[in-house]
C-alpha cells in the first residue's frame, strides 16, 4: 500500500515531469552550488598557498582561460545536479507506479481467488 506521501509525489510527477526536464527549470538550487564550487576555485587561487602552481599559472595562462573555466565548471555543475535530480525523482516515479501495479495486480488476483472459492 503506498503512503500518502507517495501518492502524492506520483500525482506531482505525473503532471510535471516534461516541465522538470528542462535544465533552466528551478536553477534557484543548483546555480549557487556551481558557483559556490567556482568560487572556491578562484579564492584556492587567489589565496597563493601552492605557490608552484601560480608560477605556472602566470607564466603560462592568462586570466581569460581563469574565467572561461569557472564559467564551464559553473554551467556543467547546474546542468549536471538538474538532470542527476531528475532521473532520481524518475526513478522513483518508475518504482512507485511499478509498487502501485503490483498491489492493484496482487488484489485483483485475491478477489477473483475469493470468488471462484464461493
Not at 501518492?7 to 534557484?28: A, C, D, I, Q, V
Not at 546542468?79 to 509498487?99: A, G, S, V
Not at 498491489?103 to 481467488?113: A, L, Y
Request: charged share 25%.
Amino acid at each position: 500500500m503506498l503512503t500518502d506521501e507517495e501518492e502524492k509525489f506520483l500525482t506531482y510527477w505525473e503532471k510535471n515531469r516534461e516541465k522538470e526536464k528542462s535544465p533552466f527549470r528551478h536553477l534557484s538550487i543548483a546555480l549557487p552550488l556551481g558557483l559556490l564550487i567556482s568560487v572556491g576555485i578562484i579564492l584556492n587561487f587567489v589565496s597563493g598557498w601552492y605557490t608552484r602552481a601560480i608560477m605556472v599559472a602566470n607564466g603560462s595562462s592568462t586570466p581569460l582561460v581563469l574565467i572561461f573555466a569557472v564559467i564551464l565548471i559553473t554551467v556543467f555543475c547546474t546542468i549536471f545536479f538538474k538532470q542527476h535530480k531528475w532521473e532520481m525523482n524518475e526513478q522513483r516515479f518508475l518504482e512507485l507506479t511499478y509498487k502501485k501495479k503490483m498491489e492493484t495486480s496482487s488484489t485483483s488476483m485475491q478477489h477473483e481467488d475469493e470468488i471462484n472459492s464461493h
